[in-house]
């Protein structure tokens, strides 16, 4: 594998994985700022919030997101990652049936050709589409939100934002992982599932679309890893 393709390779995983690959990272960039608070409208308010934007309860936003998340098994899934180094635009599906054991395939556009990888619990395959070969690795942790496992420290309302013609409910959320603070914006529909979280300090993007629709993600045949 040629340098420039294990550098967009470890790019991509980093992106699924957010802080839990098990191979080094590219350098991540500075956080963007936190955004500022919307204006004084008070728009509707999913129940654990106050009439307008500000501080809310980040156990209670947690609890309310994991109970939400609990009810979904599958859904597609769109990754966008920026760096200095590397950038890369990606699809798949999530399959949460086996909650110990979350399964998540992609297929990811970057300037070395379409990266394909599926992970199985904790275990990472990739290969370049168009070869026969995966090769096998391991991931520390999938980002909380992919699973519904959140847990804040911090968060505020910001205000109602519009998706794709839906407006959802926009939040700047902080958790901890591996005693790391990480900073993340949410986008959360009236059922209170996450429909996009974006990881300010390394840049990545998910969008959650398609819930509980029928999926099935194979993990690839002994024969033709490595």
């Not at 963007?32 to 919307?38: D, E, I, Q």
């Not at 990472?124 to 496992?149: C, H, M, N, S």
């Amino acid at each position: 594998m040629s340098v420039s393709l294990r550098v967009a390779v470890v790019a991509v995983v980093c992106a699924l994985a957010a802080a839990g690959c098990s191979t080094p990272s590219p350098s991540s960039p500075s956080p963007s700022p936190t955004p500022s608070a919307a204006s004084s409208a008070s728009p509707a308010q999913p129940s654990w919030t106050g009439p307008n934007p500000g501080s809310v309860e980040s156990t209670a936003l947690s609890a309310q997101m994991n109970a939400a998340m609990a009810k979904v098994t599958s859904y597609a899934i769109e990754v966008t990652f920026h760096s200095e180094k590397e950038s890369s635009t990606g699809s798949g599906v999530v399959d949460l049936r086996d909650r110990s054991r979350p399964r998540i395939a992609t297929q990811t556009e970057t300037k070395n050709g379409v990266v394909e990888i599926v992970i199985v619990g904790t275990t990472r395959y990739i290969r370049l589409k168009g070869t026969t070969t995966w090769l096998k690795g391991t991931v520390d942790q999938l980002p909380a939100e992919l699973i519904g496992d959140v847990h804040y420290v911090r968060a505020i309302y910001v205000g109602p934002q519009t998706l794709a013609e839906e407006q959802l409910h926009h939040y700047s959320v902080e958790s901890t992982q591996k005693h790391k603070s990480l900073s993340h914006e949410l986008l959360i529909d009236d059922q209170n599932r996450i429909r996009q979280f974006t990881n300010r300090s390394l840049k990545v993007t998910y969008t959650l679309s398609k819930f509980n629709e029928p999926v099935t993600i194979a993990e690839p045949p002994a024969s033709a890893v490595r």
